[in-house]
Each structure stands twice: as C-alpha cells, then as structure tokens.
C-alpha cells in the first residue's frame, strides 16, 4: 500500500534531542525525577496529586469533569483532600489495608476518581470493572483477584454475587439512598478527615490490578506495581508532550488500562489538567467537549476516529476546536484513512501508539518530532528495545513478518499475572524477549508494522496476508464504515481471506457492492489480498473497549464455539 508521509511537528524536544535521548537513553536518569528514587518511599496518589500542592501548585486545576448532569473542576488541592477524605472511609468503614485489592465497579464520576485514588493512598492494589461488566465477568474477576472490597452503585449491586465471593468483605456504595448493610460512602465522606498519611510503599509493591481486553480469549489480571510511573511520567512528556497549560483527554474508561495509564497517571504525574468526560459517545457530544474545555491534547481510539470520520465533515466544522493541538490513538491499528482524515478535518497528525495492557506504558510510539509514516505504529519509546523476532528469539531482518517483541525490563513492564505464574512465563523467550502476541514487521528507518494478531495473519495461497492491511484498504472505500477480515480454511488455498462489513449510512447491500469492492482492494493493494467473500453486517462484533474481535467472526463463519464473551458488546 502506498504509504504517506506526514511531516514531523515540533513538541517538547526538536528531532536531535529526541535521538539523541534514543542512542543515550538511561532509565536511572528518568528516575531522578521522583524523590523516592533515593528515600524508597513511593506512593503513585502522592506523586500524582500531593506533590503537586507541596511543590506550590495546590490551585491549579486537576481535574475537569462533565456528565449529562454535571460539571465540576477540581483543584489539585481539593484532589489531595477529597483522596484523603476517601481513603479515611475506606480504612474506617471497610477496614482496608496495604496489598487489598479493592475493586472499582461504577460509570464515571469524580468520586471514582477519589476513591481511587484513596485506595492507592492506603497502599491497596485497585482494581477498575468497567460499568458494564454483566455477573458472570465481575464474578470471575473478584474470584481471581480474591478482592475483599469492592466500591460500587445501586445500580450495579445486582451484578455482584456476594454469596458466592467468600473474600469479599464490604461492598461501598457512592450513591444516595443506601441499604444498611453496605458502607454508604457519602454519608461518611462528607464528615470524613481531609487528612491522611499516605502510605510509603517500594518501587515493587503493587498498584492496579487490570484484567485485559478479552480479544483473543479469556482475559489475564495483570498486576502493575509502583515502579511504572517512571514510564507513565516520561510518555506523558515525550509522547503526549503534555506541556503546563495543557488541557488534555483521554476518552478511555479506567476498565481498561489506557484510562488509567494515560487517564490518571501520566496527566496527573504531568501535572496536567484532565479533562473526564461521563456517558456515552457521540459525535456531538464528543466535539462539544473539545470545544467547551478547549482542550489541547486528545488521546482516543480507532473505532471512535472511525465513527466520527462517518459521522461527516460538516460537523466538525460547527465546532471551534481551535485550541486541539496534538491527537493520539491507541488500542487498535490505526487506518492510513483515519490518518488522512485528521490531517484534513482537524489540520492535525493522528499519532498512533502501540502498547497492551502487559506492557502498562506506551512502547511503540509516534513523538511529535517524528515524521509520521501512515499505516505504521511508529518507532519504539525511547528506552525501550524492540525487534521482530521469529518463534525462538532469533532477530529478522527488516521487513520480515514476525513476532513483535521487546527485551524484558523496561519499567511499566507487568509484575505477573495474578495466580498465574505459568502464564506470566510464557509470554517470554529466551533472550529476555516479551513476546506481544502481535505480528508486525520493521522497516528500514526502524518504523513498525503492525499486521494483525499471531492467530489473525492469514496464509492464502503461500502468502502470508495481515488482516489490517486488508482492512485498512476495506474502510478507504467510501461505502465501508468498518471491516473484519479472517482467514476461512479452503482446500485450494489454505485458506481464502473473508470480510464481514459493515457499511455507512445511506449505503445498501448489493451483490453488485460486494463486487465493486472486491475490485477496490484487488487493484489497490494485490490481487492475493482481495476477500474472497464478503459479508454485510449491521455492526461488528466489539469488545466494550472497541476492538473488533474477529475470534468471534471466525467462531461463527467456522462454527465453533465463541469462548469468553464477557467483554463482548449487547
Ligand atoms: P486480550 O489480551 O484479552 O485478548 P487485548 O489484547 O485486546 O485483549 P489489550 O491489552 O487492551 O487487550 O490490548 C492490547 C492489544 O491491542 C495489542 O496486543 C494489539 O493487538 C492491540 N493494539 C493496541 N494498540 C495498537 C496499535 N496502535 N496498533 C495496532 N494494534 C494495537
Ligand atoms: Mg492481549
């Protein structure tokens, strides 16, 4: 596929620093940062929030949130006391403790943000449920996690089998109107102490406990300690370029892993103001936030660029997004189309950034001062080491299709995966190489690749076919809203490349559309790679985070059993 080139624009450091920083690098250096670096005593929620007081900017504003009912600010100093008050309930009423975990079960509010931001205080690992996680997936996940409090609504209490949870010892509601039996937040909160002494813990101690996305299969509680914020601090600087009069969001939930990387820790390790939105998306309402925070740094997802790219140009012209000044994507790959679309609705690159929940932090990445590759993920995070390799270790060459890995160490690096030692160990191979479960290649100028998942890459008659690649040629079409493509077993060829679209309003199934596709993705980018079959479909299977999950496409092309689904989309 032809690729575009976007030129680089300035950010923090000019394109010399920047490589210079690459072939110099030293993690100790980013380290020196942070006092504890030499006391030992850490604490993410002191980092984030109280430093920022002590250190003279106790006014500034943290914290900016809007739902469809409110519309708060928030200064770092009521931050620090509003995470104090909350952490004083939580050891009172629910008797909390260093090394609990204490799950976060609720839509988003700035009391989420308090309680959990309480919980790393008092030194307990915290573990966020998205809202609309149903009872079997809360149930598997506070089993494993053998969480013994969880914080939640009225709402949701249905979906908390308490009988069946033997570690679970109170259930803290933030809501009005609270049952007896449970620990009513608010009520003890509004005379709650705005004092607490935060608990000094070690760079290896633990800080969240994330269950992953559910794409490929069940999801892993992945266990984060202390130690990342060395490298949510330094792509919060380098990548987000977050600057002192930023106004920055990020539209992930805290479920998922960028909602608190790049959500809480890495704007507030900044001392950002961060701006939090509640509800669902659409596109007004998403532009309407831009507009009314003029906000200056927006971190979101393909799937989201996807819908408001088909929701139409013309309404972005109705907003004054004037103040927007750096975008980023995360999550899945991000279509040249979407890049191109940026580049003409918002005069704006979208930078891609590649990282999964193991890994806690950014890892391949797009630094403002790199000229933008479209298609590619970029290059890796200063410090960071990654390679293509084969399924031994062995390093491929550039623009060989491989495992994409990177050399163990770095520091947002997962501790384990809880209760499953096994599993954490088979994410390596010898060599110290972490192995990401994706495929990509490495061209020349050391950009990266993506190409799908390992289990995705489609063999086609003797070539190996990235269903990206075919996606991303799929949505240039401008009939196609999204695509999924799989590999279908076929006797001739292995297997033959299918694609399930779904098509943008105003566009109507026809053979003749198929066809016309079909011809579209063989004359521009290669015969081998043009589906064979199409299939039209209202919407795609998603996780709730919005990856297309193409197991579950295959699952029902070939018939077999779908697996976990808990993650899934109504
Ligand atoms: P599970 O591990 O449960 O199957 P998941 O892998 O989707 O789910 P996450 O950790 O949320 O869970 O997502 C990480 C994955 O998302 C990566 O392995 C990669 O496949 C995909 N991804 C993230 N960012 C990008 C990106 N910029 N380009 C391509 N793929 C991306
Ligand atoms: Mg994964």
């Known amino acids: 596929m032809k690729t575009e080139i976007f030129k680089a624009t300035a950010g923090n450091h000019n394109l010399k620093d920047y490589e210079k920083t690459y072939e110099n690098f030293d993690w ?19 980092e984030c929030i109280d430093k920022h007081v002590e250190d003279g900017y106790g006014d500034k504003v943290a914290l900016l949130y809007k739902d469809a009912s409110r519309n708060e ?36 509010s700035p009391e989420l943000y308090f309680a959990l931001l309480g919980t790393l205080k008092i030194g307990a690992i915290v573990g966020p449920l998205f809202e609309a996680f149903m009872e079997k997936a809360v149930k598997d996940r506070l089993e494993n996690s053998e969480a013994s409090v969880i914080i939640t609504t009225n709402s949701l209490l249905g979906r908390i089998p308490q009988s069946e949870l033997p570690h679970l010892q109170h259930i803290v509601v933030i809501d009005d109107n609270v049952e007896d039996k449970y620990i009513d937040f608010k009520n003890h909160f509004k005379d709650a102490s705005t004092e607490f002494d935060v608990e000094w813990l070690t760079r290896d101690d633990g800080l969240i406990l994330h269950y992953t996305s559910g794409s490929t299969g069940q999801p892993k509680g992945v266990l984060h300690v202390q130690n990342a914020m060395i490298q949510h601090y330094i792509s919060g600087h380098y990548v987000l370029d977050l600057k002192e009069d930023d106004v920055y969001w990020c539209t992930a939930d805290p479920g998922w892993v960028t909602g608190t990387s790049y959500g809480i820790f890495a704007p507030w390790l900044n001392r950002a103001t961060n701006v939090i939105a509640g509800g669902r998306f659409s596109p007004e309402g998403w532009y309407g936030i831009l507009e009314q925070f003029k906000v200056t740094v927006w971190y979101s997802a393909p799937t989201a660029f996807r819908m408001l790219m088909g929701a139409g140009d013309e309404l972005v012209e109705k907003y004054d997004l004037s103040h ?48 933008i590759k479209s298609g590619s993920m970029g290059k890796p995070l200063p410090g960071v080491q990654a390679a293509i390799v084969d399924d031994l270790g062995n390093e491929l060459p550039p623009n060989r299709m491989g495992n994409l890995a990177m050399k163990a160490g770095w520091p947002s690096m997962m501790k384990t995966i809880w209760n499953n030692e096994p599993k954490y160990q088979s994410y390596f191979l010898p060599g110290d190489w972490y192995i990401s479960g994706d495929s990509a290649y490495m061209d020349e100028d ?34 196609v809203q999204e695509a999924g493509v799989i590999g279908k077993p076929d006797p001739v060829r292995g297997e033959i490349i299918k694609a399930f679209i779904a098509l943008r309003d105003g566009y109507k199934e026809s053979d003749e559309l198929k066809e016309e596709i079909r011809v579209f993705v063989k004359e521009g980018l290669a015969a081998h790679a043009a589906p064979r079959e199409i299939e039209f479909k209202d919407k795609l299977p998603k996780t709730r985070s919005g990856k297309i999950m193409r197991r579950v496409l295959k699952a029902w092309e070939l018939d077999l059993p779908t697996g976990d689904l808990s993650t899934m989309e109504d």
């Open 28 to 46: 100790k250096e980013i380290e020196k940062y942070f006092s504890w670096s030499e006391t030992g005593k850490v604490n993410m929620a002191y």
């Open 446 to 479: 050391g950009y990266f690749w993506f190409q799908g998942r390992v289990d995705d890459v489609i063999m086609t008659a003797g070539e190996r076919v990235g269903p990206f690649e075919v996606e991303s040629k799929l949505v240039e079409h401008p009939a």
């Open 73 to 108: 600010s928030y200064t770092f100093k009521e931050m620090m006391e509003n995470s104090n008050k909350a952490a004083n309930v939580l050891v009172k009423e629910a008797g909390v403790k260093k090394g609990d975990r204490v799950f976060i079960f609720m839509p988003r």
């Open 324 to 371: 927007l000044r750096h975008i980023l994507s995360v999550g899945e790959p991000l279509n040249p189309e979407v890049v191109k679309w940026g580049d003409k609705v918002f005069n704006l690159r979208i930078h891609d950034t590649w990282w999964m929940t193991e890994t806690g932090a950014h890892m391949i990445v797009n630094i403002p001062d790199m000229d």
